[in-house]
């Protein structure tokens, strides 16, 4: 089966250039998270999506950010204008069912550089 | 108050040696569970092990175990017989039932495999 897909794999963009990351989830499960990652603030959960659904979009920066999930197997992660300090690792994952015990499968990742 | 706490920023083991990477966590809900995520250098996030707050047994996986002492509230990682090839981050993460199923990462632990 194929896992969690990630697409674009690197971005390197311009300062105000709008970004769209994209995920296609695990087929059939039913949450979708997107996490960032720095080095200097680790693992960051953005938003997270239960049956298409946004559950907790919290994590979420600021209005520049925005994230949808239109159907079961597509996700987007937009950002507008982007800036500098974007620059991070964006990871999305999915997971089946509401059970503590399923564990979530990470992408591969999107490696944004913004100049 | 953090959910999941790593005190060991960076680790150094010998090869062919054991050893123990340690997770703390908070949780008021009787239901979770905890996972531990290994991130190589390459930078994908791989699922190693997982521990139900139910279960009564330390959970094992190959060369993989968890140390789990539910009234102490930690959730140690044993590596035994060291890899070169287990020279990474090592995340401890928690889900709990009463959280809307997100997921709560630590800052990770990177260990060095030394030859």
């Known amino acids: 089966d194929a896992g969690v897909i990630q697409s674009p794999r690197h971005e390197v963009t311009e300062m105000g250039q709008e970004v769209t990351l994209r995920c296609k989830p695990i087929s059939g499960h039913d949450y979708l998270f997107w996490y960032r990652q720095t080095m200097m603030r680790g693992l960051e959960l953005l938003i997270y999506?239960?049956?298409?659904?946004?559950?907790?979009d919290s994590g979420m920066p600021e209005d520049r950010f925005s994230a949808k999930m239109p159907n079961a197997s597509f996700s987007t992660l937009k950002i507008q204008p982007s800036e500098p300090r974007d620059s991070a690792v964006y990871f999305c994952?999915?997971?089946?069912?509401?059970?503590?015990?399923?564990?979530?499968?990470f992408g591969p990742g999107t490696r944004l550089l913004v100049l | 108050a953090q959910k999941i706490t790593q005190t060991q920023p960076g680790m150094f083991v010998q090869e062919k040696e054991a050893v123990t990477l340690d997770c703390t966590y908070d949780?008021?809900?009787?239901?979770?569970?905890l996972f531990w995520y290994k991130q190589p250098s390459s930078g994908e996030m791989i699922f190693l092990i997982y521990?139900?707050?139910?279960?009564?047994q330390n959970a094992t996986e190959g060369r993989y175990s968890l140390n789990f002492q539910k009234a102490r509230k930690s959730a140690n990682l044993v590596i035994s017989a060291s890899q070169l090839g287990d020279s990474a981050m090592y995340f401890c993460a928690m889900r709990e039932a009463n959280t809307g199923n997100q997921f709560y990462f630590g800052t990770g632990t990177s260990l060095t495999v030394i030859p």
């Open positions: 994952a999915s997971s089946a069912l509401a059970r503590v015990g399923e564990t979530q499968y």
């Open positions: 521990q139900g707050s139910y279960d009564q």
């Open positions: 999506f239960n049956n298409n659904v946004p559950i907790d």
């Open positions: 949780t008021s809900d009787p239901s979770y569970g």
